[in-house]
Each structure stands twice: as C-alpha cells, then as structure tokens.
C-alpha cells in the first residue's frame, strides 16, 4: 500500500478545513524516534506549544493524529517531532516519509502548554518525557519565554541515551541561534535523565523530584507555588504523577481562560 503522495496529488481531494503541506527534512533519531520539518501556510498561525492534527491518506481516507508543533510561533517552517509506532495507524507510514512527500495538517491549533495559561513567575520548569519535549522545543526557542521567566528549565527522561538526542542538539541550536541565543544563554537549563541504560544521572523525573535531587543538582530551592510555575509534557500516566507532585508542592492547574500556576497537555499522544 502506497500512503504517500506529492502535494499536487492530495490538492483537490483535501477538505476546506485541511492543509496539504510537504516536507522538507527528515532527520531519524533511533529505531522509535524521528523529527521532520515542512512547509508552512502563509496564513497558519498558531501560538508556541500548541499543537494541531496532522495526518496522511491511508486507503484514500484522513488519518490524523495530535501533534505538538516543535518550532516555534516565527518560525517560516514547521517542526514536529514524532515517535514511530511499528503498527500505528498513523506513525507505521509517516515514519517512511522523505523531502517532497505531502503531509495534512488542520487548519486550527490549539493547546494549553502556552506562555498565556501561566500567571508570572520566577522560574518556568517544562517537563517532558520521551517526544514530549516537542512543544517545549517552540517554546524553548520563542523569546516570549524569556520576557516571562528568569530561569527556564527543561527537563527530559528518556528510556534510552540515543533518545535525548533531539533535545541535546535543539539546546545547543537554542543557544547558537543569533536571536534567541541572547535570552537563551543566561536563562536556559537543560536538565536530562535516563531510565533503562546506565547514565551519569538515572531515574524517572517524578522520583528526581521526590527525592530533592532535581532541585539539588540545580541548585534552587524546592517547588514554591510562589515563585515556580510548571508545564507537563509525556504520557498519561507521566502526566497524572508529575501533576500529583506539581500539586502537593502547592501548585494549581491553570487553562487558557484560567491562567494558574502549571498546565499539562492532554492532548499529547506517546
Ligand atoms: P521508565 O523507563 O521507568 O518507564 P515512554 O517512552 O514509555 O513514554 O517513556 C519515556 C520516559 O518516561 C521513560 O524514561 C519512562 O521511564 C518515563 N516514565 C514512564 N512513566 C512515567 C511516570 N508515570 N512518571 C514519570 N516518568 C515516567
């Protein structure tokens, strides 16, 4: 079954509220991870750390599923980051896509892991596991951030080494960058952990916390709803630990329409 398509050939059969965009890199991290970037519409706007539906024709219908979008808000192309599920209805053939392929997107975004849900703070941590750092990648790299947050710290646990690639090579690009590089180099922490291979620092976010080393190792103080704001990023289970914790230190849920303390995104799929 051939799934892929050039854009000239989906045009026509898009729906209205569809975008058919094309790719044009493709970068594999591992066996389950890979990273593309495509075309962006000139009218597509979208606010850094929201995501949108993105999808390819599988047997001529619509496959979509939640994508976070990986660059940020000014950024010309889009980037997302996507894990490769051998099976997946969706990931089994995006994972097989090359520079020129045509990949659907939504034409709306949306998303609470946005600057705009958090009421001001000192100190902005962004955890994520696994491809849960994507939203935090747009945000890492949108000098609003900065604007907000004296100190931003991104945190990311992986199973395995190789799989913190994309978020070791996305900060050094962060800080190297000509325009975010000024408010990055002062402000941005990049904190990693692995699970399943030997690592200078093991364990999984929530146990780092638990136990006071995360706070340790970065030299702050503990969580305080006073001063620390927090936005969560992986799989459900990931999200309803480190929520429990975000909230036993004090912390509340904020939304769009209720800017608090923390926000998670529900909308993630591993
Ligand atoms: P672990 O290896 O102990 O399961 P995944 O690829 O399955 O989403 O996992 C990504 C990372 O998230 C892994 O390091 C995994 O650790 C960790 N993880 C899985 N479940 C949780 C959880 N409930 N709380 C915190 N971290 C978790």
């Given at each position: 079954m051939n799934v892929l398509a050039k854009p000239a050939?989906?045009?026509?059969?898009a729906p209205a509220n569809v975008f058919v965009e094309e790719v044009k890199?493709?970068?594999?991290?591992?066996?389950?991870?890979?990273?593309?970037?495509?075309?962006?519409?000139?009218?597509?706007?979208?606010?850094?750390?929201?995501?949108?539906?993105?999808?390819?024709m599988?047997?001529?219908?619509?496959?979509?599923r939640a994508y976070s979008i990986a660059s940020p808000a000014w950024d010309e192309e889009l980037e997302f980051f996507s894990i490769k599920v051998p099976d997946?209805?969706?990931?089994?053939?995006?994972?097989?896509?090359?520079?020129?392929?045509?990949?659907?997107?939504?034409?709306?975004?949306?998303?609470?892991?946005?600057?705009?849900?958090?009421?001001p703070g000192k100190r902005v941590y962004m955890f994520s596991t696994g491809t849960g750092i994507a939203p935090f990648a747009s945000l890492i790299r949108d000098p609003d951030t900065y604007e907000k947050f004296d100190q931003v710290i991104?945190?990311?646990?992986?199973?395995?080494v190789a799989e913190l690639k994309y978020g070791e090579d996305l900060v050094q690009?962060?800080?190297?960058?000509p325009l975010i590089g000024e408010f990055a180099k002062d402000k941005l922490v990049h904190y990693t952990s692995v699970t399943?291979?030997?690592?200078?620092?093991q364990g999984r976010i929530t146990d780092l916390i638990k136990s006071g080393k995360l706070f340790e190792d970065l030299g702050v103080p503990p969580l305080n709803p006073a001063v620390d704001r927090g936005m969560i990023c992986g799989s459900m289970e990931m999200?309803?630990?480190?929520?429990?914790?975000?909230?036993?230190?004090g912390l509340n849920e904020g939304a769009n329409n209720k800017p608090a303390e923390f926000v998670v995104e529900r909308a993630f799929v591993g």
């Open positions: 050939d989906l045009e026509a059969a890199t493709v970068q594999h991290y591992t066996d389950r991870l890979f990273r593309f970037r495509m075309t962006r519409p000139a009218s597509f706007r979208f606010r850094s750390g929201e995501f949108v539906m993105i999808g390819l599988v047997d001529g219908k619509p496959i979509y997946g209805p969706l990931t089994s053939h995006l994972q097989k896509i090359q520079p020129g392929d045509a990949v659907l997107m939504k034409k709306k975004p949306t998303g609470t892991l946005v600057n705009d849900a958090l009421i991104l945190t990311h646990t992986c199973r395995e690009e962060t800080l190297n960058d399943r291979e030997d690592f200078p620092r999200l309803k630990d480190t929520k429990e914790l975000l909230e036993e230190a």
